[in-house]
């Protein structure tokens, strides 16, 4: 395991890349609604990956097709964005985006509610949300790798959802993904220990019903096994000596 420590100016170039994230995900955020094809939310992502002068960090990425990951419903993640997939009211759906700029990436995601979604589907939202920014609070020095994936697991697993085990977070650099994995599930206590200059893509993947997942004929296109609801938020954290910096969370 190799860990790449960021400088201060690394760290700034970071969350220069990872602020464009966070337009493209406002900008696809404000366009869900019924009738919206995923495709379309590619397009807008499209659109703003260019106007930032920046470079997807997904197309070509392994062969994957497209700039955003748009995964609705039972897909936990790695869904297609497909002109054909047109979003229905009660519908979730995950958006995943990523992007380089200046050599450094940005790597965030969230899950929306497609107009008004059942009060299941928003219990499980709010509580995936919830466990990232306790999964964020654990981020401080002297703490362990596991107490981040620990924070996402016991806050869910307390109200009766389950932890993707398949698919972990990741370091973020000069490359999308960095070593360490960034599990959502651990021991208190164990693991390797939180230093300033690391920084990491957390992103709980919380299930509605049981944590197995299988990957469709397209190999990429996850999905829950029993077909329950998902989902997945996500932000690149920085470890600095002042507490836990969020360098995907929207600037106004």
């Known amino acids: 395991m190799k860990i790449f420590l960021k400088t201060p100016e690394e760290i700034k170039k970071l969350q220069a890349a990872n602020q464009i994230v966070a337009r493209v995900l406002d900008a696809c955020e404000a366009a869900v609604r019924p009738g919206v094809s995923t495709w379309d939310l590619n397009e807008i992502a ?28 039972e897909v936990v993640v790695h869904g297609i964005p497909r002109k054909d997939l047109i979003l229905q009211e009660g519908d979730i759906i995950g958006i995943d985006f990523g992007c380089f700029k200046e050599g450094y990436c940005g790597d965030a995601a969230r899950t929306l509610p497609v107009g008004r979604v059942s009060a299941e589907a928003q219990a499980l939202m709010d509580a995936t949300r919830e466990s990232l920014e306790r999964a964020i609070a654990h981020c401080v020095l002297g703490n362990r790798l596991q107490d981040i994936g620990w ?54 993947m919380v299930n509605q019903g049981l944590s197995e997942v299988e990957v469709l004929a397209d190999r990429w296109t996850a999905v829950t096994r029993d077909r329950s609801l998902s989902a997945h938020f996500e932000h690149s954290v920085a470890i600095t000596a002042e507490g836990p910096y969020v360098l995907s969370r929207p600037h106004g």
Do not use: K
């Not at 260019?50 to 960090?57: E, I, N, V």
């Not at 697991?153 to 932890?163: A, L, M, T």
């Not at 650099?173 to 693991?191: C, I, S």
């Open 46 to 73: 499209d659109r703003e990956l260019q106007r930032a002068g920046a470079t997807s960090a997904f197309l070509g990425y392994h062969g994957y097709p497209a700039v955003l990951c748009t995964s609705v419903n």
């Open 151 to 204: 924070a996402v697991q016991s806050y869910v697993e307390e109200r009766g959802y389950s932890v993707v085990r398949s698919f972990v977070g990741h370091g973020i650099g000069q490359a999308m993904h960095e070593d360490p994995q960034v599990p959502n599930y651990g021991t208190p206590g164990r693991g390797l220990r939180l230093r300033e200059g690391l920084v990491l893509a957390i992103e709980p």
